[in-house]
């Protein structure tokens, strides 16, 4: 059956040959750079910046939204910030190599015959969620590090499943060109590298270019969450030395809406749920109790992250007084009145760490409204989204 349809191909093309106009006509690209050698050179560099940023991302939703199995450890404290930082950085790098590797293979689209046979059929139709997966990841995810979000759809949920969609179209083109790629790099002489035309690019200053050009546009943003970069990074939309006590500020008290609750006098921050001693403390109470001071990154999943100092009550101080069970595990919930991260969970390692406070001030100052007033929560190794502002509870389970 396989081979009837090849054979019907064949027919089919030498039939249309007379066709074969415009882009379409053989030798109407003669640059050398659209050469198997440069594209497999920015096939590897794209791999290696997409698996990275694959790997990176699908953990930031892991931690977030964790399966059964997994449990986010709290140690090291600046692991997630490491993590998330290679995964916006490799992102933003990958931009100027998937936009040479388009250009590289930009002829292979006219190539002729257009199909030749099922099995290149199929490579070829991966190539559509390949190309358009990894255009709509990596504008998307621009678009997101800026916080400017131009649709209607849920950025994390539409991000979380395209990177699926395109790493496996991305499996199946490595499978088709595996062997074509390690044949071309065995290479010990590969076509000259000479400019087609006098005065022009040669394939090594091409993947110079290239290459130059990922790691400008890297070290122009990543002094977000590298702080001796900072001065470089005139690309980065956060400075994370800018704003309210000395970091930024992604969510407000007037988007969260909760300006009257969080300075409102009456405040009670409430312990409850699987406790034997239920808790309603005031701010002062909270004052009252004994202090920890500690200095811990705060990390947001847009790229950013800045190093504060924290002081608060430890989180396991306060499950002890109201008599939880060991190892247990919390919800913590924001005087918000909605919102999808009005929540975040503590599991029993975070919960129990001694790190893990019910911060009242940073940087020796009482907390900002905009950083979360009158009490937040601050942890080792989570998300910035997840370091819950504007405490209201703290569920017990």
Same mark, same amino acid.
């Given at each position: ?9 064949? +027919? ?18 003669? =640059? ?12 590897? *560099?794209?791999?290696? =910046? ?5 790997? #990176? ?12 199995? $997994? ?14 930082? $290679?995964?916006?950085? #490799?992102?933003?790098? *990958? ?30 139709? =991966? ?15 621009? @678009? ?32 088709? +060109? ?30 110079? #270019? !290239? ?37 930024? !500020? @992604?969510?407000?008290?007037? =988007? ?14 409430? !312990? ?11 701010? *002062? ?30 989180? @396991? ?25 009005? +929540? ?54």
């Amino acid at each position: 059956m396989v081979r009837r349809v090849d054979q019907a191909l064949n +027919k089919l093309w030498d039939r249309l040959a007379p066709l074969r106009v415009g882009p379409l006509k053989q030798g109407a690209f003669t =640059s050398r750079l659209h050469s198997e050698h440069t594209a497999a050179w920015l096939g590897m *560099a794209l791999g290696i =910046s997409f698996t990275i940023c694959f790997a #990176t991302g699908v953990l930031s939703h892991m931690i977030q939204q964790p399966p059964g199995w $997994f449990t986010w450890p709290a140690r090291p404290a600046g692991l997630y910030r490491i993590s998330q930082g $290679f995964h916006v950085a #490799t992102g933003i790098a *990958a931009i100027p190599l998937l936009l040479a590797k388009l250009w590289t293979v930009f002829p292979r689209l006219f190539s002729w015959p257009p199909v030749e046979n099922v099995a290149h059929a199929l490579e070829r139709l =991966s190539l559509l969620p390949l190309v358009g997966g990894s255009v709509f990841l990596l504008m998307s995810g621009l @678009n997101n590090i800026a916080l400017w979000y131009p649709w209607e759809f849920f950025f994390p949920a539409a991000h979380y499943w395209a990177a699926w969609i395109t790493i496996g179209a991305l499996m199946v083109h490595i499978g088709a +060109k595996a062997s074509i790629t390690a044949s071309v790099l065995r290479k010990r002489e590969p076509e000259p590298d000479v400019p087609t035309e006098p005065g022009g690019m040669t394939r090594r200053g091409f993947l110079t #270019t !290239v290459a130059g050009a990922a790691g400008l546009v890297t070290v122009a943003t990543v002094g977000q969450t590298i702080r001796p970069l900072r001065s470089l990074s005139v690309l980065a939309p956060r400075d994370p030395a800018v704003g309210p006590q000395g970091f930024p !500020v @992604n969510k407000t008290a007037r =988007s969260a809406r909760v300006t009257e609750t969080a300075t409102d006098a009456s405040w009670r921050l409430a !312990v409850q749920g699987r406790v034997d001693r239920p808790l309603s403390l005031s701010l *002062a109470d909270l004052q009252a109790m004994d202090q920890r001071e500690v200095t811990l990154p705060i990390a947001c999943v847009e790229g950013w992250s800045a190093t504060a100092r924290w002081k608060g009550v430890p989180l @396991n101080d306060l499950l002890r007084l109201a008599g939880a069970p060991g190892e247990a595990e919390v919800t913590a919930e924001s005087l918000q009145p909605r919102g999808l991260f009005r +929540k975040s969970e503590l599991n029993r390692l975070h919960a129990a760490d001694q790190d893990t406070l019910v911060a009242l001030e940073v940087n020796g100052e009482p907390l900002h409204l905009e950083h979360g007033f009158p009490a937040r929560i601050i942890g080792p190794n989570r998300p910035g989204v997840m370091q819950t502002k504007w405490l209201d509870k703290l569920v017990v389970k």
